[in-house]
């Protein structure tokens, strides 16, 4: 499971909320954490950069924000980042520089690293999306399991960590693609640049630089 830890997954250097990470191992243990740690930060943010838009809402000022967004705190959004029309961001949410959240897009107890792209109808909890990566249109993290017992992550030689949550959606690492409507199941862990073809059903670790087409065809990238 080395691969799916925090120094394996993540450039910290791309997102504000990297001080969120210190201490931890694997990225789903900053997941309880997102909501008091916005609380925390922002009132620390640069006036100059930052203006404050109701109770614990940060928004940058260079970033681009449709009137009919819903924007709900806990909630920090970085600079140049674009909420389109329609956007539901629910709170306890970390938005990212020059993150795209699209149109009816749907936020919740989420890190977007920098440079993420959610841009149509994708829902997005109880997650992490490193830098760069994307999910194509109508994505989804689903992150309760259908009988209610807590995720597990499962890698594909049978190892397994016992994550202790409820509500565990995906980890995606640093530039990966997920392709239009596919849905990452609870526990679900993308490590870094890999490419999640259209449709699928995600479950447990994709490795690395791979592709992964279905639960019984992953292609390992030369």
Partial sequence: MEQTKIKSMYNLDETIAKDLFDGKEYPWEILPEISEFIKKLGPTLDPEKFEKRGEDVWVAKSAKVFDSAYLNGPLIIDEDAEVRQCAFIRGSAIVGKNCVVGNSTELKNVVLFNNVQVPHYNYVGDSVLGYKSH?????????????KTLVVVKSRDGEKIETGLKKFGAMLGDNVEVGCNSVLNPGTVVCPRSNVYPLSSVRGVVEADSIFKSQDNIVKKN
């Fill in 135 to 147: 999910m194509g249109a109508g994505s989804i993290t689903s992150n309760v399991k259908q009988d």
